[in-house]
T-cell receptor
């Protein structure tokens, strides 16, 4: 079956540091890939997405590139802010069934 | 434009009772999805409804059920509650235009606590 593995947290960073959260997936065919963010006490928000190999998703300074050869979709941000403190989820979607499969989530804490 | 709304925000029940959670999708969206976010278990897909029909179901027992109404809103019912049903239940909605992907927009969730 489909699965997503992402690095465990928590990840603690200082403001303006570089952030990388690793995500790898297992799926047949060509899934769409996503990063969602969950701020404290809130639901999920779509951060970025990529629907085919070599696509780069970007939003709010975050980027991730769909790497078919390494089955990866690592999230990066060059300079984090305190407001980026949240839990980040990597997810994949196969069109059949419309079911999002999520990784376990990575908690990020940015200190001033 | 209003986002996905869920009610209630919090729900406290005792073991063996039934819980009903409600979701209103974004206007124009015909698909509604339910996910469970239990502590330590991550986000698990529960159900997908589209045009009033159940289209897909996750690996959950039959006491988790739901329905979608003609106005596309949805209910999730959990019967015979167990302690491990305590979780944040997230609803999402999307357009459904053929088999291709349609972005799922999430609501704020209902936190169910089973005592």
């Amino acid at each position: 079956g489909n699965s997503v593995t992402q690095m465990e947290g928590p990840v603690t960073l200082s403001e303006e540091a570089f952030l990388t959260i690793n995500c790898t997936y297992t799926a047949t065919g060509y899934p769409s890939l996503f990063w969602y963010v969950q701020y404290p006490g809130e639901g999920l928000q779509l951060l970025l997405k990529a629907t085919k190999a070599d696509d780069k998703g970007s939003n709010k300074g975050f980027e991730a590139t769909y790497r078919k050869e390494t089955t990866s979709f690592h999230l990066e941000k060059g300079s984090v802010q305190v407001s980026d403190s949240a839990v980040y989820f990597c997810a994949l979607l196969k069109a059949a069934g419309n079911k999002l499969t999520f990784g376990g989530g990575t908690r990020v804490l940015v200190k001033p | 434009e209003a986002g996905v709304t869920q009610s209630p925000t919090h729900l406290i029940k005792t073991r063996g009772q039934q819980a009903t959670l409600r979701c209103s999708p974004i206007s124009g969206h015909t698909s509604v999805y339910w996910y469970q976010q239990a502590l330590g278990l991550g986000l698990q897909f529960l159900l997908w409804y589209d045009e009033g029909e159940e289209r897909n179901r996750g690996n959950f027992p039959p006491r988790f059920s739901g329905r979608q109404f003609p106005n596309y809103s949805s209910e999730l019912n959990v019967n015979a509650l167990e302690l491990e049903d305590s979780a944040l239940y997230l609803c999402a909605s999307s357009f459904q235009q053929g088999p291709q992907y349609n972005e799922q927009f999430f609501g704020p969730g209902t936190r169910l606590t089973v005592l």
